[in-house]
């Protein structure tokens, strides 16, 4: 038993913290000059975890941008400094549940913080997906920014159900922009996902905005009038999820300064948010950029899981 950790819960559920039930990402920092051995490492563990590869400072930066539109917007109890971003009694992010404020605004949270961009989009990060690629990079325009108050967690699921229509090589990066307790709650991974592909098949070939035209809703998905059929959840229950695919679900008490990176078809979800705090990520992709890309990502206003998105099909 981990007996030196909290209560860990993932939507509302305590996992096992036994020592064959949870663990500690394996970092990758050792391997981080080594496009060869990063393409092993990733290839054996369905992710890189790279602590510290950012410099702290420039992500205490973009946290100070996103802090303080939560200020402007009245979601922070005045009582703490802004850069704490502890919620005030009461504030509300409810207008995120519908997607599509929730797109709008990821987007001008991103839009408006300079530091953020620079951070994602270019130096360090772009030189080693160019290194890990073996050419040159693109990534997705569209940037997805986490702004988790005191509550549950993401679901467990894989990306590949929501951007499968470019390159099988698609990566996603996470970064905190935070010190994340586990309080606090973080990403996991589940441990050996990337390699039960056969046994999720049914899921991984799925795709959140594909329908069926022979149904009696297709009408109103077609319309826009049931934005959201299927929300390309794998499970909600990240304890019975373990118990029935095996390994361990790995986090990390991240730092400001973290990268974790992994593939399309690796299991992850987050920790529940235990503290006053708002937990702030983000998680961004990137491919070869020789190789086909997601069209509902890409361009100044990316259509993303809107209607122009939705593909019927004969089920």
């Not at 054996?44 to 590869?53: A, I, Q, R, S, V």
Request: with cysteine; aromatic share 10%.
């Amino acid at each position: 038993m981990n007996a030196t950790l909290p209560k860990i819960l993932a939507k509302g559920h305590a996992l096992d913290l036994a020592e064959n039930s949870f663990g500690e990402l394996r970092r990758s920092d050792d391997v981080s000059h080594d496009p060869a051995a990063l393409r092993r490492r990733f290839a054996e563990d369905g992710y890189l975890y790279l602590p510290g590869f950012f410099n702290r400072s420039d992500v205490i930066e973009v946290r100070r941008g996103i802090a303080g539109v939560f200020a402007e917007r009245g979601l922070l109890d005045p009582a703490h400094p802004v850069e704490d971003a502890v919620k005030r009694e009461g504030a509300s992010l409810a207008f995120l549940s519908d997607p599509r404020p929730a797109v709008d605004f990821m987007n001008a949270l991103s839009r408006a913080n300079p530091a953020m961009l620079r951070l994602l989009y270019a130096g360090r990060i772009i030189g080693l997906f160019e290194a890990f690629f073996g050419e040159a990079v693109r990534h997705f325009d569209f940037t997805w920014v986490r702004t988790m108050g005191p509550g549950f967690g993401t679901d467990p699921h894989c990306d590949n159900v929501y951007m499968s229509r470019g390159s099988p090589r698609l990566c996603t990066a996470w970064i905190p922009y935070s010190d994340i307790t586990y309080e606090i709650g973080g990403l996991m991974i589940l441990e050996g996902s990337h390699r039960q592909a056969d046994r999720l098949r049914n899921y991984l070939n799925r795709d959140v905005d594909h329908y069926c035209e022979n149904r009696p809703e297709a009408a109103k998905i077609k319309s826009g009038e049931i934005p959201w059929k299927w929300g390309g959840v794998l499970s909600n229950n990240p304890y019975s999820l373990r118990q029935h695919l095996g390994g361990r679900w790995l986090s990390a008490e991240y730092r400001m300064g973290d990268l974790l990176v992994f593939g399309m078809t690796t299991v992850h979800a987050s920790l529940d948010n235990q503290s006053r705090y708002f937990r702030f990520s983000t998680d961004t992709r990137y491919q070869p950029a020789s190789e086909p890309i997601d069209e509902r990502w890409i361009g100044e206003n990316p259509i993303g899981h809107g209607v122009a998105a939705k593909r019927g099909m004969i089920c």
